[in-house]
């Protein structure tokens, strides 16, 4: 996955869990369980508890589920004990990490261009760093 079909990805993915009324476990922390509590309000605690946790269950085996299989593999197992946020949140941060390191690897190829006489294709080759660096979002002037 680079960087740009992971942005694609995590939009439909959470659109996904949305629908299925999922979604919340990737920004509401896990509820917890007043044991002090009276007896009606304690029941509706745990029952809430109860609920997220299987929904964190759905959520997570979703966003596995939608990766391919060399990753699915990877994050079942580092991932099994944790929760859907944990996991969208590190995929997160690896591809936003590498999309980082791609633009700057694009921006670095046009400040290291040079034009040479001896070279007949270099306009070509500049229009070729300049697109890809547009199409991933930065402007040129």
């Known amino acids: 996955m680079d960087?740009?079909?992971?942005r694609r990805w995590k939009s439909k993915m959470y659109f996904f869990l949305t629908t299925l009324k999922i979604a919340y476990v990737l920004t509401i922390?896990?509820?917890?369980?007043?044991?002090?509590?009276?007896?009606?309000?304690?029941?509706?605690?745990?029952?809430?508890?109860?609920?997220?946790?299987e929904d964190d269950t759905y959520c997570k085996g979703y966003i596995l589920g939608g990766l391919s299989d060399t990753l699915y593999d990877v994050y079942k197992i580092?991932?099994?004990?944790?929760?859907?946020?944990?996991?969208?949140?590190?995929?997160?941060?690896?591809?936003?990490?590498e999309d980082a390191g791609n633009k700057k690897f694009l921006?670095?190829?046009?400040?290291?261009?040079?034009?040479?006489?001896?070279?007949s294709t270099q306009i070509r080759e500049?229009?070729?760093?300049?697109?890809l660096i547009i199409s991933k979002g930065h402007s040129l002037d």
């Open 29 to 53: 922390p896990k509820p917890i369980v007043d044991e002090a509590a009276d007896g009606a309000i304690k029941q509706t605690a745990i029952k809430q508890k109860q609920k997220w946790e």
């Open 107 to 119: 921006i670095s190829k046009l400040f290291d261009f040079r034009m040479v006489d001896s070279k």
């Open 3 to 6: 960087g740009s079909f992971f």
């Open 126 to 131: 500049l229009q070729m760093i300049m697109n």
């Open 78 to 97: 580092k991932y099994a004990s944790s929760t859907a946020k944990e996991l969208w949140d590190d995929l997160y941060n690896k591809y936003k990490t």
